[in-house]
Nanobody, 115 residues
Framework: QVQLVESGGGLVQPGGSLRLSCAAS????????MNWYRQAPGKQRELVAG???????NYADSVKGRFTISRDSAKNTVYLQMNDLESEDTAVYYC?????????WGQGTQVTVSS
């Protein structure tokens, strides 16, 4: 069984920064990618950023230049550094772990950008 535990969400003012973490534990092997998604009220869940086992990164157009995804393979942890946050970034952020024959989601962490 694999568990994903997200942390780092909270309330921040526009222009501020947050760093999300997602730590994976359990029977983990052959990780393909670790991704961050978000879901705002009344909207569909969307991919925010992803990083493959080979280190290739991809970002949604709306966050390019503001968000950075990184990972610590030794700790099976992925991070999302979010800078210059905007009210439109308010959402529940979810971590997703993809591997050989498995697909796990975290429980989500709330990010609220408001003055």
């Amino acid at each position: 069984q694999v568990q994903l535990v997200e942390s780092g969400g909270g309330l921040v003012q526009p222009g501020g920064s947050l760093r999300l973490s997602c730590a994976a534990s359990g029977s983990i092997f052959s990780i393909s990618a670790m991704n961050w998604y978000r879901q705002a009220p009344g909207k569909q869940r969307e991919l925010v950023a992803g990083i493959t086992s080979g280190g290739r990164r991809n970002y949604a157009d709306s966050v390019k230049g503001r968000f950075t995804i990184s990972r610590d393979s030794a700790k099976n942890t992925v991070y999302l550094q979010m800078n210059d946050l905007e009210s439109e970034d308010t959402a529940v952020y979810y971590c997703r772990l993809l591997g050989n024959g498995y697909d796990y989601w975290g429980q989500g962490t709330q990010v609220t950008v408001s003055s």
